[in-house]
C-alpha cells in the first residue's frame, strides 16, 4: 500500500473550518483515501473516502487532487470535541486487501 | 446495537501470565481485526477474521493466538504474557466486499504486564 504523510499537529479556532492536508504520492490508480480520527483514549473512528472524486458526507469533506497525490479533508465547523488525531490511509477498495494501515497521523487541536 | 464491545477495559498481568480479551460485536459483520496501539504510536494489525473459521495473521501476530468460532465473537489469547506486550488493544469489524474499508472499532482494552 501507498504510504502517507502527514503534518504531526495542527490547530483550528472553534467555528472555523479545519483542513488537514495528506500527501500520497505513491498512490496506485485502484487505491482509495481513507481518513480516520481517534479521539482520547477511544477507538478510532471511520470518517470518510474516495477514490478520485471529491467526497461529502455529515461528518466532513475529502479533496482528492486530480492526479490523486495529495488530498485534504475538510471539518466545515470545528467544534471542540472534533480535537482528535485524524489519520489519512490509502488502500485498496474490496477484494482480498482490507488491512488498515495506521501511521501517527495529524493531532487536531481546537481551540475555543 | 451495541456494535462492537471489549471486555475487559483494563487488565494488569505478571510476566509469563495469560488471559484472553474478548471481543463481541452485532452488526453482522464478516470482517474482524485484532490491533494494537503503543503510546504514542498508531495502531498495528495483530490478526484478522474473514469470517467463521478463518484467520490471518497480521503485521505483528508473535505471542497472540485467536480463533473465530462464531460471527459474533473474536477472542485474542495472550500466552506467557511479556512488558512488550503492555498496550492498548482495539477490536474492529468490517462488512464484507466495498466496505471492508469502514472498520468499527471496540472501546478497548487497556493492558499492562508487569
Known amino acids: 500500500d501507498a504510504k502517507t504523510t502527514q503534518p504531526p499537529s495542527m490547530d483550528c479556532a472553534e467555528g472555523r473550518a479545519a483542513n488537514l492536508p495528506c500527501n500520497h504520492s505513491?498512490?496506485?490508480?485502484?487505491?482509495?483515501v481513507y481518513w480516520y480520527r481517534q479521539i482520547h483514549s477511544q477507538g478510532p473512528q471511520y470518517i470518510i473516502h474516495?477514490?478520485?472524486n471529491n467526497e461529502t458526507n455529515e461528518m466532513a469533506s475529502l479533496i482528492i487532487t486530480e492526479d490523486r497525490k495529495s488530498s485534504t479533508l475538510i471539518l466545515p465547523h470545528a467544534t471542540l470535541r472534533d480535537t482528535a488525531v485524524y489519520y489519512c490511509i490509502v488502500g485498496r477498495g474490496g477484494g482480498s486487501n482490507y488491512k488498515l494501515t495506521f501511521g501517527k497521523g495529524t493531532l487536531l487541536t481546537v481551540n475555543p | 446495537n451495541a456494535g462492537v464491545t471489549q471486555t475487559p477495559k483494563f487488565r494488569i498481568l505478571k510476566i509469563g501470565q495469560s488471559m484472553t480479551l474478548q471481543c463481541t460485536q452485532d452488526?453482522?459483520?464478516?470482517?474482524m481485526y485484532w490491533y494494537r496501539q503503543d503510546p504514542g504510536m498508531g495502531l498495528k494489525l495483530i490478526y484478522y477474521?474473514?469470517?467463521?473459521?478463518?484467520?490471518d495473521k497480521g503485521e505483528v501476530p508473535n505471542g497472540y493466538n485467536v480463533s473465530r468460532s462464531t460471527t459474533e465473537d473474536f477472542p485474542l489469547r495472550l500466552e506467557l504474557a511479556a512488558p512488550s506486550q503492555t498496550s492498548v488493544y482495539f477490536c474492529?469489524?468490517?462488512?464484507?466486499?466495498?466496505?471492508?474499508?469502514?472498520?468499527?472499532f471496540g472501546p478497548g482494552t487497556r493492558l499492562t504486564v508487569t
Open positions: 477474521s474473514v469470517g467463521a473459521g478463518i484467520t
Open positions: 505513491t498512490i496506485s490508480g485502484n487505491e482509495y
Open positions: 474492529a469489524s468490517s462488512p464484507q466486499g466495498a466496505g471492508v474499508y469502514e472498520q468499527y
Open positions: 474516495g477514490l478520485k
Open positions: 452488526m453482522n459483520h464478516n470482517y
